[in-house]
C-alpha cells in the first residue's frame, strides 16, 4: 500500500532563510508526485508536481522539489521564504495508470516565517 | 474558469441530524473526487466519480455517507444520522481524465457536529 510520511508537523524559519519540507513515500513503483499548499481555512493549492521526465521539478511562488527515486523522496524547497508563504503544506502520491487518481497525503508541514 | 465551489461552506448540526454538501466542479472535468480533513491531518479520500458513475470508495465511507453525481456535474454528499466523530473539512475536488491526475480543489465544507 502507499503512503506518504511527512517529517516535521511544525518547520520554522527566518524571512530570507531556505526552507526544507521533507516528504519520502513508500510504493511499489514510482507514483505521481505532487506538493500542495492550504492556507488557512482554504482548500488546497497545487504548487507543483512529477510525472515524468526531469526530476527537478519548478512550480509556482518559487518553489521546487526534486524526485530521487533511489531515496524514495521528493522534498520541497524555496531559497529565500517570505511572509506570505507561511502556510500548511501537503506532500501527496497517487498511483500511475487506471487507479482513479486518488491523492494520498501525507499528515502536512505547518511553515511558519518570522520577521 | 470559476474554479471548484461548494456549498455551504459551514454547516452547525446536532447529533442524528442528517446534512448534505454540494460541489460543482470545473465545467470540463468529468472526474470528481471528495475527501475529508480533519483537525492537524492531511486529506483522506472517501470516493470518486467518473461522469456520473461512482467508481470507488474508501472503506472510510460509512453505510451513514453517500455521495451521487446524478447527470455527471454537480456531486452531493449527504451523512445521516450525523455522529461527533464527522467533524471535520469535507472536500471536494475535479479533474480532468489522462492529464496526470492533477486535481483541483474546491474551499470545502467545515462540518460541526453539536
Known amino acids: 500500500a502507499q503512503s506518504v510520511t511527512q517529517l516535521g508537523s511544525h518547520v520554522s524559519v527566518s524571512e530570507g532563510a531556505l526552507v526544507l519540507l521533507r516528504c519520502n513515500y513508500s510504493?511499489?513503483?514510482?507514483?505521481?508526485l505532487f506538493w500542495y499548499v492550504q492556507y488557512p481555512n482554504q482548500g488546497l493549492q497545487l504548487l507543483l508536481k512529477y510525472t515524468t521526465g526531469a526530476t527537478l521539478v519548478k512550480g509556482i511562488n518559487g518553489f521546487e522539489a526534486e524526485f530521487k527515486k533511489s531515496e524514495t523522496s521528493f522534498h520541497l524547497t524555496k531559497p529565500s521564504a517570505h511572509m506570505s508563504d507561511a502556510a500548511e503544506y501537503f506532500c501527496a502520491v497517487s498511483l500511475r495508470g487506471n487507479q482513479g487518481g486518488k491523492l494520498i497525503f501525507g499528515q502536512g508541514t505547518e511553515l511558519s516565517v518570522k520577521p | 474558469d470559476t474554479g471548484v465551489s461548494q456549498d455551504p461552506r459551514h454547516k452547525i448540526t446536532k447529533r442524528g441530524q442528517n446534512v448534505t454538501f454540494r460541489c460543482d466542479p470545473i465545467?470540463?472535468?468529468?472526474?470528481l473526487y471528495w475527501y475529508r480533513q480533519t483537525l492537524g491531518q492531511g486529506p483522506e479520500f472517501l470516493t470518486y466519480?467518473?461522469?456520473?458513475?461512482?467508481?470507488?470508495k474508501s472503506r472510510l465511507l460509512s453505510d451513514r455517507f453517500s455521495a451521487e453525481r446524478p447527470k455527471g456535474s454537480f456531486s452531493t454528499l449527504e451523512i445521516q444520522r450525523t455522529e461527533q466523530g464527522d467533524s471535520a473539512m469535507y472536500l471536494c475536488a475535479s479533474s480532468l481524465t489522462g492529464i496526470y491526475y492533477e486535481q483541483y480543489f474546491g474551499p470545502g465544507t467545515r462540518l460541526t457536529v453539536t
Open positions: 465545467s470540463e472535468h468529468n472526474r
Open positions: 466519480f467518473q461522469n456520473e458513475a461512482q467508481l470507488e
Open positions: 510504493s511499489s513503483v514510482p507514483p505521481y
